[in-house]
């Protein structure tokens, strides 16, 4: 049974479009603290777009629960990282023309500058994951730069037009899921999964951790956020 990490960047996307106080990703982090979720995933982008700082810091004294931090690979936030020490690093691609993460992170392109990056985190005792795409050189890449998961990018799955063209996506992704676990890495997805596409990818073996942000949201806003993690965390309980 895979553990469940809420994503609550768009409750402060939300509160950015008026650039006011409310609604507050603290408050939500607790709320879906309370509706079961195993962990809070907050993405620290470099435009500020939504999460600030003063969110992130907030919420390491008040989450009690695992804390994941999504950032990119830059010096910036490197250093934010190492005086937060969230208990879990997700490392990201990131442009900032783009409206969310749109792939996974190139490993095999960025070695050294990923790998510098995964160490100065280690050695402070953060654990590391790379969000990359089910490829399985991307997969060994990152198990040689010494990183203790990858996130498998389910974007695909989630977007297909098709169900053949999804049965396709997640066969890729459970091949790609097996080469993680014979890897010896810590299996973790996420991206675009949804109350009504969750099942299959949560009853895939070994997995351990998904991150869902966006479809979580959206039915907070309709039910709440204590409900709407209750019920997304109904559908990964398999």
Known sequence: MPGLGVNIDHVATVRQARLTHEPDPVWAAVLAELGGADG???????????????DLYTMKKTVQVKLNLEMAAEEEMIAIALEVRPDQISLVPEKREELTTEGGLDVISNLERVK??????????????????????????SK??????????????????????????????????????????????????????????????????????????????????????????????I
């Open 116 to 141: 510098t990056c995964v160490h100065q985190l280690q050695e402070v005792g953060i654990e590391v994951s790379l969000f990359i795409d089910p490829d399985l050189d991307q997969i060994a890449a």
């Open 144 to 237: 040689k730069i010494g990183v203790h998961a990858v996130e498998l990018h389910t974007g695909r799955y989630a977007d297909a037009s098709s169900a053949e063209e999804q049965q396709q996506e997640y066969e890729t992704l459970l091949k790609a899921s097996e080469f993680t676990v014979e890897q010896g890495l810590k299996l973790h997805m996420g991206h675009g999964l949804t109350y009504r596409n969750v099942r299959k990818i949560a009853a895939i073996p070994n997995l351990c951790e998904l991150n869902i942000g966006h479809s979580i949201i959206s039915r907070a806003v309709l039910v709440g956020m204590e409900q709407a993690v209750r019920e997304m965390k109904a559908l990964v309980t």
């Open 40 to 54: 809070i995933t907050l993405h620290l982008r470099e435009d500020r777009r939504h999460i600030q700082d003063h």
